[in-house]
């Protein structure tokens, strides 16, 4: 290892050094035992911080491997989330249409309603302010008992007929509303639930974002310990 032939030289080197004039035998040697000793010391520490080093280095590397393992965990169900919210969104896009789209037929209903019921009404007070007037001359207007029969159900069927378009568009007008309703209450359901994956997708986004960041951080550090530990050896 490095450290120990720097000692080996570091020795060499001291027991080749002439001693300072006028130093004993016994001097030279406690001089060159206090030189070898504080090279020990120093090989020692360096010996210590390499260890620290390694085992921190060894901690690291397990800490990368358990949070890539975490992302992709984590990657796997944002996948899936977006892909629920994909899906979710897609899907209270196509209520919002069909409720717009009932709300303008509802809408065309009402309208249509309020027109024949206004027609309605005035057939029937023209048939009922006519009076025996035009009675009259319904019966000199014919030639025969059967054609007064035949005008007299003509008459009546068109006002039937007007109360048939009546009522259909009120029944019309009654099944879309409560389409339009039940329409509106599964399009708020289908917002919370779109509000509700949005936000755990959100989370989820941030969490992987943390992830990979720490995970960064920590290969960064790693490396600054490999390079620290080549220079100790």
Known sequence: RRTALALAAAIGVLLATPGAHGQSLHERQQTL?????????????????????STEIQAASTDISSLESDIGVLTGTLSTLEAELAASRARLANLEARFDRQTDHLNRLRRDYALAQQTLDQRLVELYTAGETDTVALILGVTSLSELIAQLDFVNEISLQDQRIAADLERLKGEMRLARIETGKLRDQVADETATIAAKTEEARAAQAALVARQSALEAARADKQSLLANVK
């Open 33 to 53: 035992d206090g030189k070898i000793s504080s090279l020990r010391s120093k090989i020692d520490a360096a010996k210590e911080k390499e260890g620290v080093l």
